[in-house]
């Protein structure tokens, strides 16, 4: 058997633009490896689990591997600048390849007046 580490992964966004309260699906694919390599998902050093679907592995270049993963979230506007990583591990070589993508939400501006104003007019 071959060894191969993954040397690269492909992550997207689906939608492409994000926007507080819809659905994202943020798609991780690793480039080919043999073994398959096992992929996770990071945010603020932390491993992220939920949401978290694995779609497998499907036959890539050199009689490897490549391995898909998504990563299902709603994000709001406290997402907006979060920082998801994804990362590729053949367990065999000990070897790693990371990449990310920063959240860039967009939300409907909102206006929130907590006290009654009076609004005047002046003719010019």
Not at 18 to 25: D, P, R
Not at 56 to 79: C, F, H, K, N, Q
Request: aromatic content about 6%; hydrophobic content about 35%.
């Amino acid at each position: 058997m071959c060894v191969v580490p993954p040397k690269s992964l492909n992550i997207s966004l689906s939608p492409p633009v994000v926007k507080a309260g819809q659905t994202l699906t943020i798609t991780c694919t690793s480039s080919t490896s043999n073994p398959a390599s096992r992929l996770s998902w990071w945010k603020d050093g932390d491993q992220v689990v939920d949401g978290v679907d694995d779609d497998g592995t499907t036959p890539a270049e050199y009689g490897g591997w490549s391995t898909i993963s998504r990563l299902v979230m709603t994000p709001g506007v406290e997402d907006h600048g979060e920082i998801y990583a994804c990362r590729a591990t053949n367990t065999l070589l000990d070897e790693a390849v990371s990449d990310a993508v920063t959240l860039n939400v967009l939300c409907t501006p909102a206006l929130f007046i907590s006290e009654p104003f009076n609004a005047h007019c002046v003719q010019l």
